[in-house]
């Protein structure tokens, strides 16, 4: 199975600031990766699919980079709204796999 | 608007079986495949199986396999999950979830039900 190690596994930040989260697969998935946030008490909600390609009506203040096996995903200018857990997600080989997640916290 | 809701949630023996629902609505059921992935408590999240749109093909985790069952109905818009031989290790919130993409090159998950909660305890 591939593993998907997502760091840190939690961060406080204030609101405006620029914040990233990273994932190392355990080898190269290409570009096979996704983001979801889930806030406290839902269900997950896909952010970024294929990377980089930002969901339909998600904001523009999320991105998503890299190839291979190391991913980011970056919230430019943190709000208040975006307190949640982040999830990566792998899709080259079944069984699908997600990262531990890593939950963001306004400083 | 798309929606999935869950059901079949409840407190079981470790060992006993239990079956899980998600009805759909607001898109073409039989034009997407339909998975189950779960969250046990506070903890993070796992994938356990996929139904192909026609029902045909399944893949489950390790975790699940041979105990687990993802079916569906498309004649009522529901997949279910079929689970037995429950441990305490399968307790957790149960989700459905709608495969996003139209093409098997790429996956995602784009819409997702509310959850219904599992608790394997004696």
């Known amino acids: 199975d591939i593993q998907m190690t997502q760091s840190p596994s939690s961060l406080s930040a204030s609101v405006g600031d620029r914040v990233t989260i990273t994932c190392q697969a355990s080898?190269?998935?290409?570009?096979?990766v996704n983001w979801y946030q889930q806030r406290p008490g839902q269900a997950p909600r896909l952010l970024i699919n294929?990377?980089?390609n930002l969901h339909t009506g998600v904001p523009s203040r999320f991105s998503g980079g890299g190839s291979g096996t190391h991913f980011t995903f970056t919230i430019s200018g943190l709000l208040p709204e975006d307190v949640a857990t982040y999830y990566c997600?792998?899709?080259?080989?079944?069984?699908?796999?997600f990262g531990g997640g890593t939950k963001v916290e306004i400083k | 608007q798309v929606q999935l809701v869950e059901s079949g949630g409840g407190v079981v023996q470790p060992g006993r079986s239990l079956r899980l629902s998600c009805a759909a609505s607001?898109?073409?059921?039989?034009?997407?495949?339909m998975h189950w992935v779960r969250q046990a408590p506070g903890k993070g999240l796992e994938w356990v199986g996929v139904?192909?749109?026609?029902?045909?093909?399944?893949s489950y985790a390790d975790s699940v396999k041979g105990r687990f069952t993802v079916s569906r109905d498309n004649s009522k818009n529901t997949v279910y999950l079929e689970m037995n031989s429950l441990k305490s290790a399968d307790t957790a919130v149960y989700y459905c979830?709608?495969?996003?993409?139209?093409?098997?090159?790429?996956?995602?998950?784009?819409?997702w039900g509310q959850g219904t909660l599992v608790i394997v305890s004696s």
């Open positions: 607001g898109f073409s059921f039989n034009d997407v495949a």
């Open positions: 294929d990377a980089s």
């Open positions: 139904v192909s749109k026609s029902g045909s093909d399944e």
């Open positions: 979830a709608r495969e996003g993409a139209a093409v098997t090159t790429t996956h995602y998950f784009d819409y």
């Open positions: 080898q190269d998935i290409d570009y096979c």
């Open positions: 997600e792998q899709y080259d080989n079944l069984p699908l796999t």
